[in-house]
C-alpha cells in the first residue's frame, strides 16, 4: 500500500514537473496565441481594430507589451481618430490562464495612456460602439414589439445601465494597478474635457492618486484616496484640491445654467448593490459627506449659500424609467437631521413624489443649522422651545389639478430669545420704515407711529378699505397663522400650467414681512426667509404683535403708486380726501391696485373712466363683501363701476380735452356693469375670477 502511494505521488511530481517545463519552454508560442486570441474576440465583438505591438516576458510570470492601440473601423468617408493608446504594459499573467487562451492578469502597470473620444457631429464619434447593447435575435425583437411595457423599460432603461456601470467598474479591477502618466480627454463642438492622472496606484484593496481635471474653463486640481472591495461592491472614496486654501469647483453648471458649486471636501461610499433582472430595478446603498459647500445662482440668493457641513445615507433605487430615494435615507445640515424620501417617474407622465420629516429639535439647533446667505435676517436668532418639521407633495404633470401639498412647521413652547439682524419685535411699535425701488435703492425714509403726522391708527381709517384689502387679498387674515395652505396650491397649479411665475400665494402677513424686513429682490432664498419670519411672527408665545397692529403697519407702509407710500398719502393723492373719509367705491379702487400700485392709471382711460377690469373687480368684491355680512344691501346696491377722482392724480389721469365721454374713446362696458345685487351662474366668483383678486379661500388671482 505504500509503495503504491510513494509510486503516484512520484508520478504526479513528474506530471507538474514535465508541465511546468513544457509551459516554460513554449510560454512565447502560449503569450503569442493568448494575445491573438484576445485581439480576435475584441475585433468579433466590436467595429474596431485592436494593435498589439511585441509582447515578451521579462521573468517567470511577468509579461511586458510595448504598446497598444484601439482604433474603431472606418464606416464612412473619412478615418475615425484613434480611441485609445497605450504605451507600455507590464503585468504578472496566471500561466495556467495562459494554456486556456483566457489570461488573467494581475499586478498591472500602464504607462503613457492616451484614452481620446471624438464626437465630430450628432451620428459620429470614436466611442458609441461601446455603449451599444448586444444584438438581439428576431425572436427577442418580436416579443419586445408585443409587449409594449417591455419596449417602454428598453428605451429607457435606467436600472439596468447603473447595474451595467457598476458591473464593469467592479468586476475589472485588478488586485493591484500602477498607472502613469494617464490623459483622458472628450472634445464635441460645443465642450473639452480633459483628465490627466499624473498616477495612480491601486495595492491590497487601498487606492491614492491624483487628477488634473478641465472642463471648459474650469479646472481642478484633485488629490484622491480610498478603499474598494470588488467582491462585495464595496468603494470608499475621499477628494480634496491639491494646493492648500484651493477649492473644488463644479464643471459645467456654470455654463449651462449661470450658477456655481464649490467645495472643501467630498467623500462617498458605496456599501453595496442589489439588481433584479426581472424588474430591471438597481438600488445601491452608500454615504456622502461635503465640507464648505458654497451655491450661488442669482435667482436662489443675492450671496453664496454657504452650508454647514453635510451628509447624507441613502438608499437609492433606478428602474427602467424611475428614480427613487427610500428608506432609510437621512440627510444631515449641522445638527438638523431631515428624513427624506422621494420618486420620479416619466410615464405614463412626469409624476414627482416627495416626503420629508424631521425630528422634534431644540429650536436652536435649528436656527443654528439653516445655511447662512439665506437668511440674513435672523442670522444670530436665538429662541427657546422645539420645532418640527413635515412636508408631503405629489404632483402629477397629467393631472394639475389633484396636486398634493401639505406643509407644517410645529413648534412647542417656542419663545425667541434674542433677535438676529433684523428685531421683528419692532412691528409692535413706532419704527422708521425706509421703502426701495426695484433696484434696491432707497426712496423714503418714515416713521411707523404717532410722531409721523401722515400715520393713521388702524380704527382711523374708513372701514370700508380694511375690509375691500381683506376680501380682495386675504379674507382669513385675522384668523390663519401667516399662511393658507390651499393658496399656495392653487398658485403651483397655476404656475406649472403656464410654465412661468404667473400667481403668487402671500398671505398680508408674508407681504408685510416682505415689505418692512426684506428687499425687493425676487429670489428663491427671499421667499424662503419671508416665509420662516413669518412663522416666527405669527407663532411665538406670546405674539410679538396683535393682528390689528399688523394691519395698521400694513396700511401705513406699502406703496398705493409711484413713490405714494401709506393710505394717508394715497386717499390724499386719488380724492383729496382723508383715510377715514373713503368711500366704498374709493376703497375698493385702492383695493384693486394693491397687487401693482405703480401701474394705477391703466385702470383708467383718458377721461378718468374705468376700463373693464377694474369695473369686474369692483362688482366682484362688492358682490362677495355683501354675501359675507361685510356691507349692507344700501351700500351694494350703491356700488357703482367707477370713482370720481378729485386728487393730483387727476391731473396724471385725465388727459383728454373735456370731460363729455367720447364713446370711441371709452373703455367698452362689459355685461357686469349692467347687473344688479344678483350675478349670473357664468360669471360667479368660483367660476372666473378676476386677476389680482382673491378667492373666498383666500387664493390670489389678480397680477
Not at 486570441?37 to 466590436?46: I, L, P
Not at 419586445?144 to 419596449?151: E, F, V
Not at 390651499?486 to 402677513?509: D, P
Not at 385725465?654 to 344688479?676: C, N, Q, S
Request: glycine content about 6%; proline content about 6%; overall charge positive.
Amino acid at each position: 500500500m505504500r509503495i503504491a502511494l510513494w509510486t503516484l505521488l512520484g508520478l504526479l511530481v513528474v506530471a507538474a514537473s514535465t508541465a511546468v517545463f513544457l509551459g516554460l519552454r513554449y510560454r512565447k508560442q502560449i503569450l503569442r496565441r493568448a494575445v491573438a486570441s484576445v485581439t480576435r474576440r475584441v475585433e468579433a465583438r466590436y467595429p474596431v481594430r485592436l494593435l498589439i505591438g511585441p509582447a515578451r516576458f521579462t521573468d517567470l510570470t511577468t509579461v511586458m507589451v510595448d504598446g497598444i492601440r484601439l482604433v474603431p473601423r472606418v464606416t464612412g468617408s473619412s478615418p475615425l481618430d484613434t480611441l485609445l493608446r497605450v504605451g507600455r504594459v507590464t503585468a504578472t499573467v496566471s500561466l495556467k490562464s495562459a494554456l486556456k487562451l483566457r489570461p488573467v492578469f494581475s499586478d498591472i502597470q500602464l504607462d503613457d495612456v492616451q484614452l481620446t473620444a471624438v464626437k465630430r457631429d450628432s451620428v459620429t464619434d470614436n466611442f458609441r460602439f461601446l455603449l451599444k447593447s448586444p444584438k438581439r435575435t428576431a425572436a427577442q425583437a418580436r416579443a419586445a414589439a408585443a409587449d409594449s411595457l417591455a419596449a417602454t423599460r428598453r428605451a429607457r432603461p435606467w436600472g439596468r445601465v447603473l447595474n451595467g456601470v457598476v458591473d464593469a467598474v467592479f468586476e475589472n479591477i485588478p488586485p493591484a494597478v500602477n498607472f502613469r502618466h494617464i490623459t483622458v480627454t472628450y472634445t464635441s463642438p460645443r465642450h473639452f474635457v480633459r483628465g490627466l492622472l499624473p498616477h495612480l496606484a491601486v495595492a491590497d484593496g487601498r487606492f491614492r492618486g491624483r487628477a488634473v481635471l478641465t472642463v471648459d474653463s474650469v479646472r481642478n486640481d484633485v488629490r484622491f484616496n480610498g478603499t474598494l472591495n470588488p467582491s462585495d461592491y464595496q468603494f470608499a472614496v475621499i477628494a480634496y484640491p491639491a494646493r492648500r486654501g484651493a477649492r473644488l469647483t463644479a464643471p459645467y453648471i456654470g455654463r449651462r445654467y449661470h450658477a456655481g458649486l464649490s467645495l472643501d471636501t467630498v467623500s462617498l461610499l458605496l456599501d453595496g448593490k442589489e439588481y433584479d433582472a426581472a424588474t430591471e430595478q438597481c438600488t445601491v446603498r452608500g454615504l456622502a459627506r461635503v465640507k464648505g459647500l458654497r451655491v450661488n445662482h442669482a435667482r436662489l440668493a443675492a450671496h453664496d449659500i454657504i452650508f454647514p457641513e453635510t451628509a447624507a445615507r441613502f438608499v437609492a433605487t433606478l428602474g427602467p424609467d424611475y428614480a427613487s430615494l427610500n428608506q432609510p435615507t437621512a440627510v444631515q445640515l449641522g445638527r438638523l437631521v431631515v428624513y427624506p424620501t422621494a420618486s420620479f417617474r416619466l410615464r405614463p407622465s412626469k409624476q414627482v413624489e416627495l416626503h420629508v420629516q424631521t425630528n422634534e429639535l431644540p429650536a436652536n439647533d435649528v436656527l443654528a443649522s439653516l445655511p447662512r446667505g439665506i437668511f440674513d435676517e435672523i442670522d444670530g436668532m436665538q429662541a427657546a422651545g422645539r420645532l418640527k418639521y413635515a412636508l408631503d407633495f405629489k404632483l402629477d404633470m397629467a393631472k394639475l389639478d389633484e396636486l398634493e401639498l401639505k406643509s407644517n412647521l410645529q413648534g412647542t413652547h417656542f419663545r425667541v430669545t434674542r433677535f438676529g439682524a433684523a428685531d421683528l419685535s419692532k412691528l409692535a411699535r413706532e419704527f422708521p420704515y425706509t421703502a426701495y425701488n426695484d433696484k434696491g435703492d432707497s426712496v423714503k425714509t418714515f416713521l411707523v407711529g404717532p410722531s409721523n403726522p401722515e400715520f393713521v391708527r388702524y380704527d382711523e381709517v374708513s372701514p370700508y378699505l380694511p375690509l375691500a384689502i381683506l376680501t380682495a387679498e386675504d379674507p382669513r387674515f385675522f384668523i390663519h397663522q401667516g399662511f393658507m395652505e390651499s393658496a399656495f396650491r392653487k398658485s403651483m397649479i397655476q404656475n406649472l400650467r403656464e410654465r412661468r411665475f404667473a400667481r403668487g400665494g402671500s398671505t398680508l402677513s408674508m407681504q408685510l414681512v416682505k415689505n418692512v424686513f426684506l428687499t425687493r429682490k425676487k429670489t428663491i432664498g427671499r421667499k424662503v426667509e419671508e416665509v420662516l419670519m413669518t412663522w416666527i411672527i405669527e407663532h411665538n408665545q406670546p405674539r410679538f404683535v396683535s393682528k390689528e397692529r399688523m394691519f395698521e403697519v400694513y396700511l401705513n407702509v406699502i406703496e398705493w403708486g409711484p413713490k405714494r407710500y401709506g393710505v394717508t398719502e394715497a386717499a390724499r393723492f386719488f380724492f383729496g380726501k382723508r383715510p377715514a373719509d373713503l368711500t366704498l367705491n374709493e376703497s375698493l379702487f385702492l383695493a384693486s391696485i394693491v397687487p401693482a400700485p405703480r401701474r394705477y392709471r391703466q385702470s383708467f382711460d383718458s377721461y378718468g373712466n374705468l376700463r373693464g377690469k377694474p369695473r369686474y373687480f369692483f362688482k366682484l368684491i362688492s358682490q362677495l363683501m355683501h354675501e359675507r355680512g361685510l356691507i349692507s344691501d344700501i351700500d351694494y346696491q350703491k356700488v357703482w363701476p367707477g370713482v370720481t377722482l378729485a386728487g393730483a392724480a387727476r391731473d396724471l389721469i385725465v388727459t383728454a380735452r373735456d370731460t363729455t365721454a367720447d364713446t370711441l374713446d371709452m373703455a367698452p362696458l362689459v355685461p357686469l356693469d349692467f347687473i344688479g345685487p344678483t350675478v349670473p351662474p357664468d360669471l360667479q366668483p368660483d367660476r372666473q375670477l378676476p386677476m389680482g383678486a382673491k378667492k373666498e379661500d383666500g387664493s390670489d388671482v389678480l397680477e
